[in-house]
């Protein structure tokens, strides 16, 4: 069985995390995670405390096995839901989009085992400093907000640079991901792709269609050209036109900002499939089929340990 330090820190079977997918991985879909063995994760996105608190309440209804929220730290609600992981007494908490500084003290008073998700050596050690538990490094493959290093040159510098375990993200769709990244270094592995097309997953039927149409060229960035807000996201009608506005003589950062605003509900929500953002990442053209997460967290350490136990056969 695939296990590693994170299970031993965390007290999950195995070493597989469930993306903080906002709008996408509610309460239902953690918990159907954390129950197959992984640490399943609520994205506190940019709602308020009532709606955070239903969601934990959703999940310990499911399960009774650990789980984490994901708070991303620009959302204007940050404060309140800070607050609400440590009433709750929440096990986990990840972090993305800016530093968790200010909050680290009261979660690690708490217990919280905190993982900010990094893009950046550097930052994987300022977190290191602050007291995270661990990191995930998130390649610039992943769906959603990402940085510019990919995958594979980020991991094994993240982990040459802090002592604490690292987890990798971005790319990973099955075993061969997951056997790669613990070959560069990590302790385990972050999904959010594969686990957007969960048959425990409510996000809108389209937006799994989408996924499951997708080819290995379906999906593109946005935000580039200003920097700071780069997004990967699947090829539309509203990706082509974010792109063509962005790229106008007369764009401006405040001007491409207000392009996305309510893209992403409507997509995961509405299904609207001209006007919503499709946030997946490059293997998307890997996932061809609905499962539970019980069989995507099976598939992928039962591809992963056969992998790793077959490495003798390149060596001579």
Not at 25 to 46: H, K, P, R, T, Y
Not at 122 to 139: L, N, T
Not at 148 to 176: F, K, N
Request: with cysteine; charged share 20%; hydrophobic share 45%.
């Amino acid at each position: 069985m695939i296990s590693s330090k994170i299970c031993d820190l965390l007290g999950i079977t195995y070493p597989v995390f469930q993306g903080g997918m906002a709008w996408i991985a509610d309460g239902q879909l953690a918990a159907a995670v954390s129950e197959a063995g992984g640490l399943g994760i609520i994205s506190a996105m940019n709602a308020d405390s009532d709606y955070l608190r239903e969601q934990i309440k959703i999940a310990r209804a499911h399960t009774k096995k650990p789980f984490g929220v994901n708070i991303m730290l620009m959302s204007p609600h940050a404060p309140e839901v800070a607050k609400v992981v440590v009433e709750e007494k929440v096990p986990v908490v990840t972090t993305g989009a800016g530093s968790p500084a200010v909050y680290m003290e009261s979660w690690l008073s708490a217990g919280i085992k905190v993982i900010p998700v990094i893009a950046s050596a550097a930052m994987a050690r300022k977190m290191e400093q602050c007291g995270a538990s661990a990191v995930v490094a998130e390649g610039q493959e992943s769906g959603g907000h990402i940085g510019e290093l990919t995958t594979m040159a980020l991991v094994p510098q993240v982990c040459d640079a802090v002592s604490i375990p690292v987890l990798a993200a971005g790319g990973i769709a099955d075993g061969r991901g997951m056997a790669a990244a613990f070959c560069l270094g990590a302790c385990g592995v972050q999904l959010g792709t594969r686990f957007l097309v969960a048959k425990e997953c409510s996000v809108h039927q389209n937006y799994k269609d989408m996924v499951l149409k997708a080819n290995d060229t379906s999906t593109t960035t946005t935000g580039r050209r200003f920097g700071g807000n780069t997004c990967r996201c699947i090829k539309n009608p509203f990706s082509r036109g974010f792109q063509k506005a962005e790229y106008a003589p007369e764009a401006t950062a405040e001007s491409i900002a207000d392009l996305g605003v309510g893209a992403l509900r409507k997509a995961a929500v509405d299904g609207d499939i001209k006007e919503g953002c499709f946030l997946a990442g490059q293997i998307s053209g890997m996932v061809n089929q609905e499962q539970t997460a019980a069989e995507i967290v099976t598939e992928l350490v039962t591809e992963c340990e056969a992998l790793l136990k077959g490495v003798h056969t390149w060596l001579k």
